[in-house]
T-cell receptor, first 114, second 115 residues
Protein backbone atom coordinates (compact mmCIF):
# COMPACT_ATOMS: atom_id res chain seq x y z
CA UNK A 1 0.00 0.00 0.00
CA UNK A 2 0.88 3.67 -0.17
CA UNK A 3 3.48 4.92 2.30
CA UNK A 4 3.12 8.64 3.03
CA UNK A 5 5.43 10.76 5.17
CA UNK A 6 5.39 14.43 6.06
CA UNK A 7 8.17 16.70 7.25
CA UNK A 8 8.46 18.44 9.57
CA UNK A 9 6.11 16.96 12.15
CA UNK A 10 5.90 20.32 13.95
CA UNK A 11 6.59 23.79 12.65
CA UNK A 12 6.57 27.07 14.50
CA UNK A 13 6.75 30.35 12.58
CA UNK A 14 6.20 33.98 13.40
CA UNK A 15 3.20 35.76 11.99
CA UNK A 16 3.99 37.04 8.51
CA UNK A 17 6.67 34.44 7.81
CA UNK A 18 6.32 31.61 5.30
CA UNK A 19 5.79 27.93 6.08
CA UNK A 20 6.63 24.93 3.91
CA UNK A 21 5.55 21.34 4.54
CA UNK A 22 6.82 18.48 2.41
CA UNK A 23 5.04 15.21 1.67
CA UNK A 24 6.68 12.14 0.17
CA UNK A 25 4.74 9.16 -1.16
CA UNK A 26 5.57 5.76 -2.54
CA UNK A 27 2.82 4.81 -5.02
CA UNK A 28 3.83 5.91 -8.51
CA UNK A 29 0.19 5.51 -9.58
CA UNK A 30 -0.85 8.46 -7.39
CA UNK A 31 -2.43 11.13 -9.56
CA UNK A 32 -4.22 13.47 -7.16
CA UNK A 33 -2.47 15.41 -4.40
CA UNK A 34 -4.55 17.33 -1.85
CA UNK A 35 -3.71 19.10 1.37
CA UNK A 36 -6.13 19.13 4.29
CA UNK A 37 -6.25 21.45 7.29
CA UNK A 38 -7.63 20.14 10.57
CA UNK A 39 -8.30 22.44 13.47
CA UNK A 40 -8.61 21.00 16.95
CA UNK A 41 -11.77 18.95 17.32
CA UNK A 42 -12.91 19.59 13.75
CA UNK A 43 -13.12 17.67 10.52
CA UNK A 44 -10.36 17.75 7.88
CA UNK A 45 -10.99 20.52 5.35
CA UNK A 46 -9.55 20.54 1.84
CA UNK A 47 -7.48 23.69 1.32
CA UNK A 48 -5.75 23.05 -1.98
CA UNK A 49 -5.15 20.22 -4.42
CA UNK A 50 -3.19 19.50 -7.56
CA UNK A 51 -3.36 16.87 -10.27
CA UNK A 52 -0.46 15.02 -11.83
CA UNK A 53 -0.50 16.98 -15.08
CA UNK A 54 0.26 20.24 -13.27
CA UNK A 55 3.48 21.25 -11.48
CA UNK A 56 2.21 24.11 -9.34
CA UNK A 57 -1.06 25.64 -8.22
CA UNK A 58 -1.66 28.78 -6.19
CA UNK A 59 -4.66 30.11 -4.32
CA UNK A 60 -4.02 33.45 -2.62
CA UNK A 61 -1.55 32.77 0.22
CA UNK A 62 -1.46 29.01 -0.34
CA UNK A 63 0.38 27.08 -3.04
CA UNK A 64 1.17 23.46 -3.78
CA UNK A 65 4.10 22.23 -5.87
CA UNK A 66 4.46 18.71 -7.24
CA UNK A 67 7.53 16.74 -8.27
CA UNK A 68 6.16 13.46 -9.62
CA UNK A 69 9.57 12.14 -10.59
CA UNK A 70 10.82 12.43 -7.03
CA UNK A 71 7.40 11.51 -5.59
CA UNK A 72 6.91 14.48 -3.36
CA UNK A 73 4.70 17.52 -3.14
CA UNK A 74 4.81 20.52 -0.86
CA UNK A 75 2.45 22.99 0.75
CA UNK A 76 3.57 26.62 0.86
CA UNK A 77 1.83 29.19 3.04
CA UNK A 78 2.98 32.81 2.75
CA UNK A 79 2.25 35.71 5.11
CA UNK A 80 1.13 33.31 7.82
CA UNK A 81 -1.61 34.38 10.23
CA UNK A 82 -2.60 33.01 13.67
CA UNK A 83 -5.66 31.37 12.10
CA UNK A 84 -3.34 29.23 10.00
CA UNK A 85 -2.41 27.36 13.20
CA UNK A 86 -3.68 23.79 12.75
CA UNK A 87 -2.57 20.31 11.76
CA UNK A 88 -1.99 19.86 8.04
CA UNK A 89 -2.25 16.53 6.27
CA UNK A 90 -1.24 15.53 2.78
CA UNK A 91 -3.32 12.73 1.28
CA UNK A 92 -2.19 11.45 -2.12
CA UNK A 93 -4.67 9.37 -4.06
CA UNK A 94 -4.29 6.74 -6.74
CA UNK A 95 -7.09 5.44 -8.95
CA UNK A 96 -6.35 1.74 -8.87
CA UNK A 97 -8.95 -0.65 -10.20
CA UNK A 98 -12.18 -0.40 -8.29
CA UNK A 99 -10.72 1.32 -5.25
CA UNK A 100 -9.62 4.91 -5.07
CA UNK A 101 -8.77 6.34 -1.70
CA UNK A 102 -6.94 9.12 0.05
CA UNK A 103 -3.99 7.89 2.13
CA UNK A 104 -3.25 10.44 4.81
CA UNK A 105 0.21 11.43 5.93
CA UNK A 106 1.44 11.63 9.48
CA UNK A 107 0.45 15.28 9.89
CA UNK A 108 2.32 18.54 10.55
CA UNK A 109 1.36 20.75 13.44
CA UNK A 110 1.80 24.38 12.43
CA UNK A 111 1.94 27.03 15.14
CA UNK A 112 1.89 30.67 14.09
CA UNK A 113 3.06 32.93 16.88
CA UNK A 114 2.48 36.67 17.23
CA UNK B 1 -26.06 21.26 -0.43
CA UNK B 2 -26.32 19.59 2.95
CA UNK B 3 -23.13 18.10 4.29
CA UNK B 4 -22.29 14.61 5.48
CA UNK B 5 -24.28 13.85 8.62
CA UNK B 6 -22.93 11.62 11.37
CA UNK B 7 -24.33 10.53 14.71
CA UNK B 8 -23.78 10.36 17.56
CA UNK B 9 -21.16 13.08 18.03
CA UNK B 10 -19.76 11.47 21.16
CA UNK B 11 -19.96 8.01 22.68
CA UNK B 12 -18.42 6.53 25.81
CA UNK B 13 -18.61 2.78 26.34
CA UNK B 14 -16.90 0.15 28.44
CA UNK B 15 -14.56 -2.34 26.81
CA UNK B 16 -16.25 -5.44 25.43
CA UNK B 17 -19.46 -3.50 24.81
CA UNK B 18 -20.79 -2.88 21.32
CA UNK B 19 -21.36 0.43 19.55
CA UNK B 20 -22.75 1.62 16.23
CA UNK B 21 -22.18 4.79 14.25
CA UNK B 22 -24.38 6.18 11.53
CA UNK B 23 -23.56 8.22 8.42
CA UNK B 24 -25.78 9.91 5.87
CA UNK B 25 -23.72 11.06 2.88
CA UNK B 26 -24.43 13.97 0.56
CA UNK B 27 -27.35 13.19 -1.72
CA UNK B 28 -26.17 11.62 -4.97
CA UNK B 29 -22.73 10.68 -3.70
CA UNK B 30 -22.04 7.12 -4.77
CA UNK B 31 -18.84 6.58 -2.83
CA UNK B 32 -18.73 6.43 0.96
CA UNK B 33 -15.69 6.03 3.21
CA UNK B 34 -15.19 5.31 6.89
CA UNK B 35 -11.93 6.52 8.40
CA UNK B 36 -10.53 6.00 11.89
CA UNK B 37 -8.46 8.84 13.36
CA UNK B 38 -6.55 8.04 16.53
CA UNK B 39 -5.41 11.08 18.52
CA UNK B 40 -2.26 12.56 17.03
CA UNK B 41 -2.42 10.55 13.82
CA UNK B 42 -3.79 10.98 10.33
CA UNK B 43 -7.08 9.37 9.36
CA UNK B 44 -6.81 5.72 8.30
CA UNK B 45 -9.26 4.18 5.85
CA UNK B 46 -11.34 1.36 7.30
CA UNK B 47 -13.76 0.66 4.46
CA UNK B 48 -14.89 2.09 1.13
CA UNK B 49 -18.30 1.56 -0.48
CA UNK B 50 -19.28 2.18 -4.08
CA UNK B 51 -23.08 2.39 -3.97
CA UNK B 52 -23.98 -0.56 -1.72
CA UNK B 53 -20.94 -2.70 -2.54
CA UNK B 54 -17.64 -2.89 -0.66
CA UNK B 55 -14.62 -2.02 -2.82
CA UNK B 56 -11.91 -1.88 -0.14
CA UNK B 57 -12.03 -3.25 3.40
CA UNK B 58 -8.42 -4.39 3.59
CA UNK B 59 -7.73 -2.40 6.78
CA UNK B 60 -10.98 -3.23 8.57
CA UNK B 61 -10.45 -5.47 11.65
CA UNK B 62 -13.14 -7.87 10.56
CA UNK B 63 -13.12 -9.88 13.77
CA UNK B 64 -14.75 -6.95 15.57
CA UNK B 65 -15.69 -4.29 13.01
CA UNK B 66 -18.51 -4.52 10.49
CA UNK B 67 -20.11 -2.02 8.17
CA UNK B 68 -22.99 -1.94 5.76
CA UNK B 69 -24.54 0.45 3.31
CA UNK B 70 -27.99 -0.83 2.55
CA UNK B 71 -29.68 0.69 -0.51
CA UNK B 72 -26.48 2.59 -1.31
CA UNK B 73 -27.32 5.59 0.86
CA UNK B 74 -26.90 5.56 4.66
CA UNK B 75 -24.17 3.53 6.27
CA UNK B 76 -23.56 2.09 9.72
CA UNK B 77 -20.26 1.04 11.25
CA UNK B 78 -20.33 -1.34 14.20
CA UNK B 79 -17.74 -2.45 16.71
CA UNK B 80 -18.36 -5.58 18.76
CA UNK B 81 -16.71 -6.10 21.18
CA UNK B 82 -14.87 -2.81 21.66
CA UNK B 83 -11.29 -2.63 22.89
CA UNK B 84 -9.47 0.25 24.56
CA UNK B 85 -7.43 0.84 21.40
CA UNK B 86 -10.62 1.55 19.44
CA UNK B 87 -10.82 4.96 21.13
CA UNK B 88 -10.69 7.37 18.21
CA UNK B 89 -12.71 9.69 16.02
CA UNK B 90 -14.61 7.85 13.31
CA UNK B 91 -14.99 10.00 10.22
CA UNK B 92 -17.37 9.35 7.39
CA UNK B 93 -16.73 10.93 4.00
CA UNK B 94 -18.54 10.82 0.68
CA UNK B 95 -17.67 11.56 -2.91
CA UNK B 96 -19.67 11.82 -6.11
CA UNK B 97 -17.68 8.93 -7.53
CA UNK B 98 -14.58 6.89 -6.78
CA UNK B 99 -12.64 8.77 -9.42
CA UNK B 100 -10.06 11.22 -8.17
CA UNK B 101 -11.79 13.86 -10.29
CA UNK B 102 -14.14 14.27 -7.38
CA UNK B 103 -13.12 15.38 -3.90
CA UNK B 104 -14.19 14.11 -0.53
CA UNK B 105 -16.54 15.80 1.92
CA UNK B 106 -16.03 14.76 5.54
CA UNK B 107 -18.62 14.59 8.28
CA UNK B 108 -17.97 16.01 11.75
CA UNK B 109 -17.08 12.57 13.08
CA UNK B 110 -18.03 10.49 16.10
CA UNK B 111 -15.61 10.60 19.02
CA UNK B 112 -15.51 7.19 20.70
CA UNK B 113 -14.00 6.68 24.12
CA UNK B 114 -13.62 3.11 25.37
CA UNK B 115 -12.99 2.83 29.12
Amino acid sequence: GENVEQHPSTLSVQEGDSAVIKCTYSDSASNYFPWYKQELGKRPQLIIDIRSNVGEKKDQRIAVTLNKTAKHFSLHITETQPEDSAVYFCAPRADTGTASKLTFGTGTRLQVTL
Amino acid sequence: EAGVAQSPRYKIIEKRQSVAFWCNPISGHATLYWYQQILGQGPKLLIQFQNNGVVDDSQLPKDRFSAERLKGVDSTLKIQPAKLEDSAVYLCASSRSKSSNYGYTFGSGTRLTVV
